[in-house]
């Protein structure tokens, strides 16, 4: 393969966001779109050029004894900061990082073919479509990464797009708001993931992926059994480069920016926050599978963390009333599975010799999985949002007479993740929980409870929107189902939703050249499967038609209902401890220090050198004759001093 297209690949978005950034307000709004879809149309064909080439053409270069190699397109310096460190610019292409530019290359255009109909009449249309580019070919050069240090410049560059994106609506103080909170919360994360790179790089002199991941028992040597407060180095340095990953994909305590995120457009929404960005932390994950495969405390932390950060996640989206916080809780919860799916991946042997690639294949299986089906949830409550003009469900209710391609599609995506089959989710989520199963059965009966809260609530949506009683307000305003910009990516996206899980996608994303094949363990389907049908049964029972069971179940549980629906008050937690404690007392008594020490201190010294130098002008008087005198007094004092010393 030559070097022409993967370039093309970053090149087109970055060109369409010069382009269309610069000279967009000279362009009408229909040429700055049609020119953000042909580009973004043209870099997925070359995406999907690339990724079929590397599974199917059989090239010499990418299978070496029939196992899949991971194969440097390019790789050219950068940065030498000695001989060994040296920092380069290239494109990686193995398993993860060819299906990665499938999903992302697939998603952003159906986002901006969606965003043609649902973003037409706002204002900064040709700004939008330059964000949406700028964000592309961040996302892409962080997937294509040769080395820890690409990818991390790549990864701030998606921050700054989401940042940007988040705040589009930069006239509404909540949209403002929670783009620079979504920017300050990943940015401490990322310092931790800083931290991780230069602890893990000063011992193993190299940020390339290939030499960390070739040979993980090597960088574990490397580190001479090095030990800081109980912990070896190398599981400091893990960890902390997965501090990077919690932040991006908003796992526990840093996960309060995401659901704030949907201040920003709907369509943004199914991009950065369904899709692609808050991936970034389990490609980050899978990207160092290896290295972290050989610390089995990293691998204990990631789990328990994607454990509970889903379940939390799970019980909250059970009780919002806005559709775009229900998916967004829906999203940490569904990363949070693919990052307990690689944590289990383990196989728990002495030294780490032997993986178990199940886990990872299965948590990268859903990572494609969901992409598809998150993002049509996503773009189907933005074509819900335009029908109605308002995000609350209880303004809502019976659409699916009014909007039949939106309640088919939407259907769809509820029955993926609920992990029905024959819908995507199904296949995906089966092998997750099966991994976890092999690893610790408490894993798999805590994930599987996960998995039945979320049919729940997924389907607590859909029946609050399409069955639940008709606003009176339709009578009025009679809601329709989107252009045809918008109705297209649902039916496609629904499409995919429908056959992804047929794919054999264990046979083409490897692990150490072994495949997998989907097959499914009937005790785990078959539980999977009852839970999930026993969820959407409540679901029905419950929310299908307008009745009493759910303020009855709100009544009977008032305290557990109020703190969920608050999201556990982790909002409230930082800012007490932010405004409360950080700023009202630790702030507020070094400033106290600050003006009473230090600045009294030093305005004591100015008092006293004024006072003296006032008390002293006269010495620079201008009289010579005084002059003389004093250094007649001068030298008589020398003279005395000098004689004193020598006695």
Request: a neutral charge; aromatic letters at 16%; one cysteine or more.
């Amino acid at each position: 393969m030559g070097i022409t297209l993967p370039i093309l690949i970053l090149a087109m978005p970055f060109f369409m966001f010069l382009l269309l950034g610069l000279g967009g307000v000279k362009m009408s709004r229909k040429v700055a779109g049609v020119l953000g879809i042909l580009g973004m149309g043209t870099t997925m064909t070359l995406a999907y050029i690339v990724a079929f080439t590397y599974f199917f053409s059989g090239d010499a270069a990418f299978i070496i004894d029939g196992v899949r190699q991971q194969f440097q397109v390019f790789d050219v310096t950068w940065l030498a900061f000695t001989e060994r460190l040296v920092v380069k610019i290239g494109f990686l292409l193995d398993p993860i990082s060819a299906m990665m530019l499938v999903v992302i290359t697939t998603i952003s255009f159906m986002v901006h073919l969606y965003s043609w109909g649902y973003m037409e009449s706002e204002r900064g249309f040709q700004r939008y479509y330059a964000f949406l580019n700028l964000f592309s070919f961040s996302m892409l050069g962080l997937v294509v990464a040769t080395n820890i240090f690409q990818m991390y410049i790549f990864w701030e560059l998606v921050g700054v797009s989401s940042f940007l994106l988040i705040g589009f609506f930069y006239r509404l103080p909540s949209a403002v708001s929670a783009s620079k909170k979504a920017f300050i919360v990943t940015r401490f994360a990322d310092l931790g993931f800083l931290l991780g790179i230069l602890t893990l790089t000063f011992f193993t002199d190299t940020f390339n992926f290939v030499d960390m991941t070739s040979n993980p028992m090597n960088v574990l040597a490397q580190t001479g059994g090095a030990t800081f407060m109980g912990a070896s180095v190398l599981t400091w340095a893990m960890v902390l480069i997965f501090t990077g990953g919690m932040g991006k994909s908003a796992m526990l305590p840093l996960h309060i920016w995401l659901p704030d995120a949907m201040e920003g457009p709907t369509p943004v929404s199914a991009l950065i926050h369904a899709a692609t960005m808050v991936v970034a932390g389990v490609y980050l994950v899978a990207r160092m599978f290896p290295v972290y495969c050989v610390v089995e405390a990293s691998m204990t932390f990631i789990t328990v963390v994607g454990a509970i950060t889903a379940f939390y996640a799970a019980v909250v989206a059970c009780t919002q009333i806005d559709i775009k916080r229900v998916l967004a809780f829906s999203t940490i919860s569904q990363i949070a599975f693919m990052m307990v799916s690689l944590g289990v991946a383990r196989d728990g042997m002495p030294g780490g010799e032997h993986y178990s690639g199940l886990g990872y294949m299965a948590g990268m299986f859903h990572l494609f999985t969901h992409a598809m089906f998150k993002a049509l949830l996503f773009l189907g409550a933005g074509a819900l949002i335009h029908a109605v003009h308002s995000n609350d469900y209880t303004k809502m209710g019976g659409l699916r007479k009014y909007m039949p391609i939106t309640h088919w599609t939407f259907l769809i995506g509820c029955l993926a993740i609920a992990g029905i089959p024959p819908f995507s989710g199904f296949f995906s989520k089966d092998e997750m929980l099966a991994a976890m199963f092999n690893n610790n059965w408490i894993w798999g009966a805590w994930m599987t409870m996960v998995a039945g809260l979320t049919a729940f609530y997924m389907f607590r949506l859909y029946f609050l929107i399409f069955w639940w009683e008709e606003n009176p307000n339709y009578k009025h305003h009679r809601p329709h189902d989107a252009p045809w910009q918008m109705s297209l990516p649902l039916i496609i996206l629904a499409a995919v939703s429908v056959v992804a899980g047929f794919i054999p996608f264990g046979e083409l994303v490897t692990w150490n050249g072994v495949s997998y094949h989907i097959h499914l363990e009937a005790p785990v389907a078959v539980t999977s499967i009852i839970v999930a049908l026993c969820a959407i049964a409540l679901a029905a029972k419950m929310y299908m038609r307008k009745n009493t069971l759910p303020e009855k179940f709100r009544k009977a549980m008032p305290g557990l209902w109020t703190a969920a629906h608050h999201r556990f008050y982790w909002d409230e937690l930082y800012i007490f401890i932010t405004h409360k404690i950080i700023f009202g007392i630790i702030c507020s008594a070094i400033a106290w220090f600050d003006r009473h020490v230090i600045d009294a201190t030093m305005d004591g010294f100015a008092k006293v050198t004024q006072k003296v130098s006032f008390a002293i002008r006269g010495l620079q008087g201008g009289n010579v004759q005084a002059y003389v005198l004093w250094y007649f007094f001068g030298a008589v004092a020398l003279a005395l001093i000098t004689w004193i010393c020598l006695l």
